[in-house]
Each structure stands twice: as structure tokens, then as C-alpha cells.
């Protein structure tokens, strides 16, 4: 075998989905169909301990320890897990329906994609317990002098339907200059907390942030995955 041929790319074909690339010599299958956009499931993150990576060698050869995950008769047909295989040919992949994650190729134009709410929670009731509410205040007059905190929960109130809410002390700190630079036009973000119920705290709305202007749209979201061996975000 030649220089060249020992350090030309190896194309890496998966199906169902019909998704190819090219990786060099040795390079890690899984870490490979991660790179196309073929999702596989790994709970573990690649350590090769929870067995769910399982793929099908249809063509070609890789290098795979076999690990208790793996039975004798799954290994003859041709089955590895993928974070324990490394590419040495050209290969065709087949990926299990157990091992998919959904639909196993996501769309790349949604991945990481702004996206309306109602988008990602269609047929879904979604009523989260933080929410943003925008509220336009009119400004003090020599008539209406209420004060600043009175003023906001009033317009809360008037808008929303919301009463008896709490609010966090850091918000009454900021409160007035958040007011002033908004042009009395702010996003407060409530919580709908849960406790003490059957007493007048129960689902009690609390104001935890203010923000000067309209910002409903911009959200900043955390997800994590608790699985058995791993926790992922």
C-alpha cells in the first residue's frame, strides 16, 4: 500500500438516511456520523459502557475491540459500536432503528435556528412557569404621582389580571432606572411559584427581572439530558 493510498480519505456512507462523508484513515465512527449529522444514540458519551451506539457493517472494515455489549452472534452479523470502531475502508453503515436518535439526520437549517414557540410546541399545551410580560406604563404627573413599584403592578394588573404578586428585592433596586431608560416601557420576567398550597402563596406570581423595552423574543434557554450514565446540556 502506497503513501497515498494509506492517507487518502475514506468515505463513509449511512443508511437509511443516505448521508456520506469523508474522514481520514482511523478516524472514530461515531465521532464520524456526528460530523455528517447522522445522530446516534450514546448515552454514555463515547466511553463505550452503555452499549446504545450499535451500527451494521454493510461494506468495508473497521478496527473494533469487542466489548460484553456486543454478543458473539451480533458481532458475526456484523454489528460494533460505533465509539469503539475505528475506519480503516471506504465503509457503508447501516444504523439500527434503536439506535436513532428521532429521525437520525437533523435538519441543518434548524439546528441552532431561531424558531417561534409555537413551532417547537405544536400540539402541545405550553405554559411554563417563567414567563415575560411587556407592560407600557404612563409616565408620573403631577395627578399621577403613584410611586414606581405601585405604578408597575398596577400595569401588571390592568394588563395581565395578575395580582398579589411578589417582587425580588434586586428588581425594586433597578426598578427606577430600568423605568426611566425603557421610557416606561419594560419586560418584567414573572415565576409562577408552588408552594404552600391551599394558603394564599399557593401559584403566587413573583417579578424576579426587569428589562428596559420590549425583549418577549429574546430568550436564553438550558436543556439537559439526566440519563442513567450521564448527564448531558
Known amino acids: ?97 434503536e439506535s436513532r436518535l428521532e429521525t437520525a439526520v437533523l435538519d441543518r437549517e434548524r439546528v441552532g435556528a431561531i424558531q417561534p414557540l409555537e413551532a417547537l410546541a405544536t400540539g402541545w399545551r405550553f405554559k411554563p412557569p417563567l414567563s415575560k410580560l411587556f407592560v407600557e406604563l404612563p409616565p408620573p404627573t403631577l395627578k399621577d404621582n403613584t410611586g414606581d413599584l405601585s405604578r408597575l403592578l398596577r400595569g401588571i394588573k390592568q394588563r395581565y389580571h395578575l395580582s398579589n404578586m411578589s417582587v425580588d428585592f434586586s428588581v425594586v433596586k433597578k426598578l427606577a432606572k430600568v423605568l426611566r431608560d ?27 427581572h426587569i428589562e428596559p423595552g420590549d425583549t418577549r423574543e429574546k430568550h436564553y434557554s438550558l436543556a439537559f439530558d439526566i440519563g442513567t450514565t450521564g448527564v448531558r446540556g
Not at 48 to 57: M, N
Not at 58 to 65: F, N, Y
Not at 191 to 198: E, G, M
Open 182 to 208: 425603557g421610557h416606561w416601557k419594560v419586560t418584567v420576567t414573572t415565576l409562577i411559584t408552588a408552594a404552600k398550597p391551599r394558603t394564599k402563596e399557593w401559584r403566587r406570581p413573583r417579578v424576579i
Open 1 to 97: 500500500m502506497t503513501k497515498d493510498s494509506t492517507n487518502k480519505k475514506r468515505r463513509v456512507h449511512f443508511t437509511p438516511d443516505n448521508v456520506e462523508i469523508a474522514v481520514k484513515p482511523g478516524a472514530n465512527l461515531l465521532e464520524a456520523a456526528i460530523a455528517a449529522g447522522v445522530h446516534i444514540n450514546a448515552s454514555c458519551g463515547g466511553a463505550g459502557v452503555c452499549g446504545t451506539c450499535k451500527v451494521l457493517i454493510k461494506q468495508g472494515q473497521v478496527e473494533s475491540t469487542r466489548t460484553e455489549k456486543i454478543s458473539e452472534e451480533e458481532y458475526e452479523q456484523g454489528l460494533r459500536q460505533a465509539c469503539q470502531s475505528r475506519i480503516i475502508t471506504d465503509l457503508v453503515v447501516g444504523i439500527p432503528v
